[in-house]
């Protein structure tokens, strides 16, 4: 089992930055890959960014790119999302989610508990 948990989420003003984090722990050997997702209020789950564990490739989301950054210490098993130029449509829960050798996709995977992401206006 690998347990992820969030940290950083909060309010700010559009175009301020939050960053956030999320710590494994567990059977952190075993992941492949670690990344974000956010659901806003009545609306489904959405994929934000991504990193793959060994060769650290970052997939995002079009609505993100350029704003948002990926980064992993493997050697603290944390994976960070700093965020600028934040906007109210980036209102949210983030959850830290992870892929692994037992668990090859999203769907399967490992999600932490999520932090609020609220951007006013």
């Known amino acids: 089992q690998v347990r992820l948990v969030e940290s950083g989420g909060g309010l700010v003003q559009a175009g301020g930055s939050l960053r956030l984090s999320c710590a494994a722990s567990?059977?952190?050997?075993?992941?492949?890959?670690m990344g974000w997702f956010r659901q806003a209020p009545g609306k489904e789950r959405e994929f934000v960014a991504a990193?793959?564990?060994?060769?650290?490739?970052?997939p995002y989301a079009d609505s993100v790119k350029g704003r948002f950054t990926i980064s992993r210490d493997n050697a603290k098993n944390t994976v960070a999302l700093q965020m600028n130029s934040l906007k109210p449509e980036d209102t949210g829960v983030y959850y830290c989610?992870?892929?692994?050798?037992?668990?090859?996709?999203?769907?399967?995977?490992?999600w932490g508990q999520g932090t609020q992401v609220t951007v006013s206006s």
């Open positions: 567990g059977r952190t050997f075993n992941i492949y890959t």
């Open positions: 989610a992870a892929t692994g050798a037992e668990r090859r996709t999203w769907d399967q995977g490992y």
């Open positions: 990193i793959t564990w060994s060769l650290g490739k970052t």
